[in-house]
């Protein structure tokens, strides 16, 4: 049993079963045993690699798509914000891309929303020179026009899983049985919550929300609604959350959530309707896959021009990663992309308007 595992059985045994998202959240933020507060996570020593550590094509071409944005909004002065920055590898491509961007430089300054001690050191090692500001949470963003990008953020928000009964939902919660951590169910019950999800789902359904997510969704529409911007969202999932998508991965490999809690990192994936539900004041895109969003902006050109310069196994490493990031049985599919702007603004390059008459892909 790990540490945390004896504290939340402690914790159980005197408050009853928690709720999933409670243990999602101990698990990934406890100051002193949570996944994210104690280790880094990404790379090769890590349990996941990112898009933007795979490749710096991923970063360049988003931060050039984010530099046309605000150009076409008439170049403000203005904030560029990256949640969940990971090691801060995605915001250095953004910043070294940008260089060439009149004005762009001298007009934007960089924010970077980050809860784990380890991270943000590496990030200032990476941004190092850049004009970076850190903080906690979204809303302590500055009030002004807000260029926005998550990659990889909402996914690691905790969730709270229900399962459709044909009188109700039950939902997942953490009990202890010795020493170990399992879930069980509570009694069925009507949920408000869900109300609307009763005419797609049945009995045996496994419907998924994100309540960590509304906030964040709306204090970004509150300030891209008052003062511009835009917002880019990166992340494994897809329109319309059904299915338990709860999953553990440890070691590089997927593992049972509740055995090691504290040493996994624990994700869900993303249901963007809900995203954008939860930020009526914007409009947002389609949503489109990462593998077209990339290959919009113009990621085979990118990558044809690098691969000039390389021979043997560096060649061999760049065509490896733009097929992991664009290929439909890498990332190319499985990560999706939504863009959210003011009503009345333009979408950034590479993303269509969304289709009211159906559902998003």
Not at 29 to 57: C, K, V, W
């Amino acid at each position: 049993m790990t540490a945390l595992a004896a504290l939340l059985a402690r914790r159980i045994a005197a408050t009853g079963p928690m709720r999933l998202s409670d243990y999602m959240a101990e698990c990934l933020l406890n100051p002193q045993h949570g996944y994210y507060a104690t280790r880094d996570p990404l790379g090769a020593a890590g349990d996941f690699i990112t898009a933007p550590e795979i490749s710096q094509m991923f970063g360049e071409l988003i931060g050039l798509c984010l530099a046309q944005s605000w150009l076409d909004q008439g170049a403000p002065r203005a904030i560029l914000a990256e949640a969940g920055p990971g090691r801060g590898t995605l915001m250095a491509d953004i910043w070294r891309a940008t260089r060439a961007v009149p004005g762009f430089h001298d007009r934007v300054t960089l924010h970077l929303i980050e809860a784990s001690p380890v991270l943000r050191a590496a990030q200032g090692r990476r941004l190092q020179g850049a004009p970076a500001t850190w903080h906690d949470t979204v809303d302590d963003l500055p009030q002004a026009p807000l260029w926005f990008i998550a990659n990889e953020f909402f996914d690691a928000l905790p969730i709270r899983q229900f399962h459709r009964a044909p009188d109700g939902w039950r939902e997942v919660v953490v009990g202890a049985q010795g020493d170990r951590l399992t879930p069980g169910l509570t009694p069925a019950a009507p949920l408000a919550d869900l109300a609307d999800r009763l005419a797609d789902t049945v009995a045996g359904d496994v419907v998924e929300l994100c309540p960590a997510a509304r906030p964040v969704m709306g204090a970004l529409a509150q300030r891209i609604a008052g003062h511009g911007g835009a917002a880019v969202i990166i992340d494994y999932g897809g329109w319309h959350s059904l299915g338990d998508t709860f999953q553990a991965l440890q070691d590089h490999a997927f593992a049972d959530p509740f055995a090691n809690p504290g040493r996994a990192d624990l994700t869900a994936h993303v249901d963007f309707e809900a995203l954008a539900r939860a930020a009526p004041a914007l409009t947002h895109s389609a949503l489109t896959t990462q593998g077209a969003l990339l290959r919009a902006l113009g990621i085979d050109a990118r990558a044809h021009r690098l691969a000039q310069g390389l021979s043997g196994a560096a060649l061999d490493r760049h065509l490896a990663a733009h097929r992991r990031l664009t290929h439909a049985q890498e990332m190319g599919t499985l990560f999706k992309a939504l863009a959210l702007v003011a009503p009345g603004a333009p979408l950034p390059p590479g993303f269509a308007p969304h289709s009211p008459k159906g559902p998003e892909t």
